[in-house]
T-cell receptor, first 112, second 112 residues
Framework: GQSLEQPSEVTAVEGAIVQINCTYQTSGFYGLSWYQQHDGGAPTFLSYNALDGLEETGRFSSFLSRSDSYGYLLLQELQMKDSASYFCAVRDKNTGRRALTFGSGTRLQVQP | SQTIHQWPATLVQPVGSPLSLECTVEGTSNPNLYWYRQAAGRGLQLLFYSVGIGQISSEVPQNLSASRPQDRQFILSSKKLLLSDSGFYLC???????????FGNGTRLTVT
């Protein structure tokens, strides 16, 4: 099986930079994904890392270190609309799973 | 473009009543389909996934079942709801392979 750990809550101010960490345990590895979910809404895909390093998409970046079983999501120039929950997720390659296992989510509160 | 429809958006059902939630996808063929459940303030729990018509994999033994009568239709059912079945039910699809999940808007189910 697999498990993911991420902080339950993070608070930051508008314009700042925030990093949301995720550590995972899985037998085999297909990459680390990140999803955003606003209150009452559906999760939406943000980014995916299959290999070590940094992937940048606008104000959001995601990093992966497979040797450390660790990744993070970096949000820059925070805006109020970034207040949401952020989930990391993995697929388990060795068991042939075709579905994602999600972490419990990190609730980000952006303050003015 | 691809779209996913999930209904109803909100549902209140008494304990012991049956359940049927429907999800349809448009604009793609042979998608992988998923049902997730999310308790308030929690992560997403995988319930079922399907890689083809009539092919259902169950992740959590419980009183729920799923069916895929057509390529782009996924149905979640229960014969008798329990209080613990309350939650936010999300349908999702993905292209087969290591690709992002695309979620529907969800159904908020309250069992009373």
């Amino acid at each position: 099986g697999q498990s993911l750990e991420q902080p339950s809550e993070v608070t930051a101010v508008e314009g700042a930079i925030v990093q949301i960490n995720c550590t995972y345990q899985t037998s085999g590895f297909y990459g680390l994904s990140w999803y955003q979910q606003h209150d009452g809404g559906a999760p939406t895909f943000l980014s995916y890392n299959a290999l070590d390093g940094l992937e940048e998409t606008g104000r959001f970046s995601s990093f992966l270190s497979r040797s450390d079983s660790y990744g993070y999501l970096l949000l820059q120039e925070l805006q109020m609309k970034d207040s949401a929950s952020y989930f990391c997720a993995v697929r388990d390659k060795n068991t042939g799973r075709r579905a994602l296992t999600f972490g419990s989510g990190t609730r980000l509160q952006v303050q003015p | 473009s691809q779209t996913i429809h999930q209904w109803p958006a909100t549902l209140v059902q008494p304990v012991g009543s049956p359940l049927s939630l429907e999800c349809t996808v448009e604009g793609t063929s042979n998608p992988n389909l998923y049902w997730y459940r999310q308790a308030a303030g929690r992560g997403l729990q995988l319930l079922f996934y399907s890689v083809g018509i009539g092919q259902i994999s169950s992740e959590v033994p419980q009183n729920l079942s799923a069916s895929r009568p057509q390529d782009r239709q996924f149905i979640l059912s229960s014969k008798k709801l329990l209080l613990s079945d309350s939650g936010f039910y999300l349908c999702a699809w993905s292209v087969p392979g290591n690709s992002p999940l695309h979620f529907g808007n969800g159904t908020r189910l309250t069992v009373t």
